[in-house]
């Protein structure tokens, strides 16, 4: 078996995001399947994965493979959390977004994350 160097891994994330961005999802997908198997532990591919769901619009998914999967494996993760409480308000679930939110502002160790968290609690 040969392995990806991380400038490769970058790559093919950034493709990824582009093919999510045109509603090539299945493209996204078919990047992040094989991403996966190099990097199963990437944070970055997470959050990467949690986007494709919101943006096909199965925010029910994002929810289940953040609280599933993804922050079994990043229980600290900021944007992980953001991304979780996006998907929430876009169920209909304030109340529980705002919780998700909140930590997030309150850990404040990724101001990325901690604005974007702000800016949805508007």
Not at 13 to 21: N, R, S, V, Y
Not at 53 to 75: E, R, T
Not at 81 to 101: C, D, I, T, W, Y
Request: no cysteine; net charge negative; glycine share 4%.
């Amino acid at each position: 078996m040969f392995d990806i160097t991380s400038g490769e891994a970058r790559l093919l994330l950034d493709i990824a995001f582009m093919a999510t961005g045109r509603n090539r999802f299945k493209s996204a997908e078919t990047i992040l399947s094989a991403l996966d198997e190099f990097r199963p532990d990437s944070e970055q591919l997470a959050v990467a994965r949690m986007i494709l769901s919101i943006s096909k619009g199965d925010f029910q998914a994002a929810v289940d493979f953040a609280d599933g999967m993804a922050l079994v494996k990043h229980p600290t993760s900021a944007m992980i959390k953001v991304f979780k409480g996006m998907a929430l308000l876009r169920l209909e679930r304030p109340s529980v977004a705002k919780n998700v939110l909140e930590e997030v502002v309150a850990q404040a160790d990724d101001p990325v994350a901690a604005q974007l968290a702000k800016d949805m609690m508007i």
